[in-house]
């Protein structure tokens, strides 16, 4: 149980496009999700936290309008890199939870790997 | 601010030893939740194991056991009788109660190498 898809896994990229990537939660019902950002050989770090329904609240430094949060379900959350430029080529990595408790952990996505040329 | 920190960049073990991963955390709150995550070269996140601010027992699982001295505020990660599967990035993380938005605070990250 507890499986978050991502897709896609993969995306290269002209400068100047928008690319979407999605996380799902297959067997479970996420009342949260939450974005993270990762540089090679660092530590994640996380963009925002969204919840269905409602507007991702952002980290401080992130850009609302570059990285579009949408959680339209309880399963389907969206991150959606707005004019991405080479500097936004990172691994992103979704994760969700069953509830915002601090005894529950977040299940992680496989992450996608953004390529901007 | 809570803060989790992992000492180690890179650790080496033979395989079939057991290693152990450092991880000290800071906050001021009474509630809240430890975690390990291991993070092979593929990059997916895996969830290995869980320790409660207010568990008295040591959590375990598998060949994991968390080694949680609440005083010392540290939450070490033993892995028994490595395998040369178990060489990974792993991270310690600490999820903030409810009121503060559930997020997970990680660690700077641990590489673990298993020698064959």
């Known amino acids: 149980g507890a499986v978050v898809s991502q897709h896609p896994s993969w995306v290269i990229c002209k400068s100047g496009t928008s690319v979407k990537i999605e996380c799902r939660s297959l067997?479970?019902?996420?009342?949260?999700m939450f974005w993270y950002r990762q540089f090679p050989k660092q530590s994640l770090m996380l963009m925002a936290t969204?919840?269905?329904?409602?507007?991702?609240?952002?980290e401080q430094g992130v850009e609302k309008d570059k990285f579009l949060i949408n959680h339209a379900s309880l399963t389907l959350s969206t991150l959606t890199v707005t004019s991405a430029h080479p500097e936004d080529s990172s691994f992103y990595i979704c994760?969700?939870?069953?509830?915002?408790?601090?005894?529950?952990?977040?299940?992680f996505g496989p992450g996608t790997r953004l390529l901007v040329l | 601010a809570q803060k989790i920190t992992q000492t180690q960049p890179g650790m080496f073990v033979q395989e079939k030893e057991a290693v152990t991963l450092d991880c000290t955390y800071d906050t001021s709150d009474q509630s809240y939740g430890l975690f390990w995550y291991k993070q092979p070269s593929s990059g997916e996140m895996i969830f290995l194991i869980y320790q409660g601010s207010y568990d008295e027992q040591n959590a375990t699982e598998g060949r994991y056991s968390l080694n949680f001295q609440k005083a010392r505020k540290s939450a070490n990660l033993v892995i028994s009788a490595s395998q040369l599967g178990d060489s990974a990035m792993y991270f310690c993380a600490m999820r903030e109660g409810y009121n503060q938005g559930g997020k997970l605070i990680f660690g700077q990250g641990t590489e673990l190498s298993v020698k064959p």
């Open positions: 969204s919840n269905e329904g409602s507007k991702a609240t952002y």
């Open positions: 994760s969700a939870t069953l509830a915002a408790g601090e005894q529950m952990p977040q299940y």
């Open positions: 067997d479970f019902q996420a009342t949260t």
